[in-house]
C-alpha cells in the first residue's frame, strides 16, 4: 500500500503565512485567491491525501474531479466548435525557425489568436507545445521578450510552438478578460488549440506539451487536466494548495467546490498522473512552499502509479514570479527528455543561448491588421461573447 508523506509541513513555512482572502458573500461556492492562510491549505492537502491511500481509490477521486472540472466549468462533452479554417500570415525565415501570425475559429464568432513557431532544417514528426502567458499589464501577453524567447528557443529544438492569447489581450479582444465564463471560453479556446496543433502535418500528436507562466499556467495544467493529448506539462509559478487563482478566468466559475467535494489547483493538478509534469516555483509568490507542500503530494499521486520519475520541482528561492531564463532553463531541459527535443541544437558553452532569437515589436506579431482585418462574423462585446457560453 501506497501512502502521502508531506514532511515538515508546518515548520517548513519559514515566512509569515499570508491571511487568507475573506469569501465572497455574493459566491459561496467559489474560492478565489489566497482563500485559505498557508497552513490551511498545506493541512487540508494532507488530510485530503489521507483518503486515497492506493492507486484504485485515487482513480475514483480523479473522476469526481474531472466531472466537477466539466460541470464546474459547463463543458458539454461536445462544444458547439466550428471548422477551425485557420488564417495563417507573415512567415518570417529566422535563425533556425519560423515564426507566422494565425487566427482560427473557435465557437461561432469567437477567434484564438497567436503565433506559431516551427523548427527549419530538420524532418519528420515534430513535437507540439502549446504556450500559454500570464496576466500582463499591457495586455500583450504573447509578445513580451520572455514569451518569444521561449517559444523561439524550443522551436529550435525542434518543437512546433503555438503561442496564443488569453481572451481580451493582444488581438483577443473581442470581450473584456474578466468576463464571468472567461474560465470556460479559455478552456474551450485551449481545446481547439490543441486542435489546430494537432492538426499541423508535421507534428507528432503522441508528443504534445503545455508550458504557461502564473494565469498561463492555470491554462496549462487545466488543460492537461481535462485533455489526455497533453502528455507533457509544465506550469510555472502558479501550483498551490492555499492559493486559488486570483482572476475569473481562473476561478470566477464552481470548479474547486462541488456539491459533492472541495479540492485545490494542487489536487487538480494532480489529474496530470502519470503524464510527466514540471512544477517550477520560487520563494516570492504563493509557490514558495511547493518543495515542502505540494510537490511531496504530487509525489504520492505518482507514486501509486509507480511513476515517482516523472514528476519533478525546480525551486528558485531567491526568485520571484516569472517565466526568465533559470526557469526557461528547466523547462527546456524537462521537455527535452520527456518529448524528445534536441536541446543541444541551442547550447553554447553548455548553456541555451538565446541570442539567436529574434526578439520582434508586438505590433508585427498581430494577426489582425489592416490587411488582414479580423472576420467580418467575429461577435464583439461582452453581452454578445457572453450570450454563447450559455
Same mark, same amino acid.
Request: net charge neutral; proline share 7%; glycine share 8%.
Given at each position: 500500500?501506497?501512502?502521502?508523506?508531506?514532511?515538515?509541513?508546518?515548520?517548513?513555512? =519559514?515566512?509569515?503565512?499570508?491571511?487568507?482572502?475573506?469569501? #465572497?458573500?455574493?459566491?459561496?461556492?467559489?474560492? %478565489?485567491?489566497?482563500?485559505?492562510?498557508?497552513?490551511?491549505?498545506?493541512?487540508?492537502?494532507?488530510?485530503?491525501?489521507?483518503?486515497? *491511500?492506493?492507486?484504485?481509490?485515487?482513480?475514483?477521486?480523479?473522476?469526481?474531479?474531472?466531472?466537477?472540472?466539466?460541470?464546474?466549468?459547463?463543458?458539454?462533452?461536445?462544444?458547439?466548435?466550428?471548422?477551425?479554417?485557420?488564417?495563417?500570415?507573415? @512567415?518570417?525565415?529566422?535563425?533556425?525557425?519560423?515564426?507566422?501570425?494565425?487566427?482560427?475559429?473557435?465557437?461561432?464568432?469567437?477567434? @484564438?489568436?497567436?503565433?506559431?513557431?516551427?523548427?527549419?532544417?530538420?524532418?519528420?514528426?515534430?513535437? &507540439?507545445?502549446?504556450? %500559454?502567458?500570464?496576466?500582463?499589464?499591457?495586455?500583450?501577453?504573447?509578445?513580451?521578450?520572455?514569451? %518569444?524567447?521561449? +517559444?523561439?528557443?524550443?522551436?529550435?529544438?525542434?518543437?512546433?510552438? $503555438?503561442?496564443?492569447? /488569453?481572451?481580451?489581450?493582444?488581438?483577443?479582444?473581442? +470581450?473584456?478578460?474578466?468576463?464571468?465564463?472567461?474560465?470556460? *471560453?479559455?478552456? /474551450? #479556446?485551449?481545446?481547439?488549440?490543441?486542435?489546430?496543433?494537432?492538426?499541423?502535418?508535421?507534428?507528432?500528436?503522441?508528443?504534445?506539451?503545455?508550458?504557461?507562466?502564473?494565469? &498561463?499556467?492555470? %491554462?496549462?495544467?487545466?488543460?492537461?487536466?481535462?485533455?489526455?493529448?497533453?502528455? !507533457?506539462?509544465?506550469? !510555472? !509559478? /502558479?501550483?498551490?494548495?492555499?492559493?486559488?487563482? &486570483? +482572476?475569473? =478566468?481562473?476561478?470566477?466559475?464552481? !470548479?474547486?467546490?462541488?456539491?459533492?467535494?472541495?479540492?485545490?489547483?494542487?489536487?487538480?493538478?494532480? *489529474?496530470?498522473?502519470?503524464?510527466?509534469?514540471? *512544477?517550477?516555483?520560487?520563494?516570492?509568490?504563493?509557490?514558495?512552499?511547493?518543495?515542502?507542500?505540494?510537490?511531496?503530494?504530487?509525489?504520492? @499521486?505518482?507514486?501509486?502509479?509507480?511513476?515517482?520519475?516523472?514528476?519533478?520541482?525546480?525551486?528558485?528561492?531567491?526568485?520571484?514570479?516569472?517565466?526568465?531564463?533559470?526557469?526557461?532553463?528547466?523547462?527546456?531541459?524537462?521537455?527535452?527528455?520527456?518529448?524528445?527535443?534536441?536541446?543541444?541544437?541551442?547550447?553554447?558553452?553548455?548553456?541555451?543561448?538565446?541570442?539567436?532569437?529574434?526578439?520582434?515589436?508586438?505590433?508585427?506579431?498581430?494577426? $489582425?491588421?489592416?490587411?488582414?482585418?479580423?472576420?467580418?462574423?467575429?461577435?464583439?462585446?461582452?453581452?454578445?461573447?457572453?450570450?454563447?457560453?450559455?
Amino acid at each position: 500500500m501506497s501512502r502521502f508523506r508531506i514532511p515538515g509541513l508546518i515548520g517548513s513555512l =519559514c515566512l509569515p503565512l499570508l491571511a487568507a482572502a475573506q469569501p #465572497n458573500p455574493a459566491r459561496p461556492d467559489l474560492r %478565489q485567491g489566497a482563500y485559505y492562510s498557508e497552513a490551511e491549505g498545506a493541512n487540508r492537502l494532507a488530510d485530503t491525501a489521507r483518503t486515497y *491511500l492506493t492507486r484504485a481509490a485515487w482513480e475514483q477521486r480523479a473522476a469526481l474531479l474531472r466531472k466537477g472540472l466539466h460541470e464546474g466549468m459547463e463543458l458539454t462533452e461536445k462544444p458547439a466548435f466550428v471548422p477551425l479554417k485557420p488564417l495563417r500570415h507573415s @512567415v518570417r525565415q529566422l535563425d533556425g525557425y519560423t515564426v507566422e501570425n494565425v487566427a482560427f475559429e473557435s465557437l461561432p464568432g469567437i477567434f @484564438v489568436t497567436g503565433n506559431l513557431y516551427r523548427p527549419t532544417g530538420l524532418t519528420g514528426k515534430h513535437p &507540439g507545445i502549446l504556450s %500559454q502567458h500570464g496576466h500582463a499589464k499591457t495586455l500583450d501577453g504573447r509578445t513580451p521578450e520572455s514569451t %518569444q524567447q521561449r +517559444c523561439a528557443t524550443l522551436a529550435r529544438m525542434g518543437a512546433v510552438v $503555438f503561442a496564443y492569447d /488569453m481572451i481580451g489581450y493582444g488581438d483577443s479582444k473581442q +470581450c473584456d478578460h474578466k468576463i464571468p465564463k472567461a474560465l470556460k *471560453l479559455q478552456a /474551450m #479556446n485551449g481545446i481547439r488549440a490543441l486542435d489546430f496543433l494537432v492538426s499541423l502535418p508535421d507534428v507528432d500528436p503522441a508528443r504534445i506539451g503545455v508550458t504557461g507562466e502564473s494565469g &498561463g499556467g492555470t %491554462q496549462a495544467f487545466m488543460l492537461a487536466a481535462l485533455d489526455q493529448r497533453v502528455t !507533457v506539462a509544465v506550469p !510555472v !509559478v /502558479m501550483i498551490s494548495a492555499h492559493f486559488f487563482g &486570483g +482572476c475569473p =478566468c481562473e476561478s470566477g466559475m464552481p !470548479v474547486h467546490k462541488r456539491p459533492t467535494h472541495e479540492t485545490s489547483n494542487a489536487e487538480l493538478a494532480a *489529474l496530470i498522473a502519470p503524464r510527466p509534469m514540471l *512544477l517550477i516555483s520560487d520563494g516570492k509568490d504563493w509557490t514558495k512552499n511547493t518543495p515542502s507542500v505540494e510537490y511531496p503530494f504530487m509525489q504520492g @499521486v505518482y507514486r501509486l502509479y509507480g511513476a515517482e520519475e516523472q514528476v519533478a520541482n525546480v525551486h528558485l528561492p531567491d526568485e520571484g514570479h516569472d517565466y526568465g531564463p533559470s526557469k526557461r532553463l528547466a523547462a527546456y531541459t524537462f521537455l527535452a527528455k520527456h518529448l524528445g527535443l534536441d536541446l543541444t541544437r541551442v547550447l553554447k558553452n553548455g548553456q541555451p543561448d538565446e541570442s539567436r532569437n529574434t526578439i520582434f515589436p508586438g505590433d508585427s506579431l498581430r494577426v $489582425f491588421t489592416d490587411q488582414y482585418p479580423r472576420p467580418v462574423q467575429a461577435v464583439l462585446g461582452d453581452e454578445a461573447v457572453s450570450a454563447l457560453l450559455k
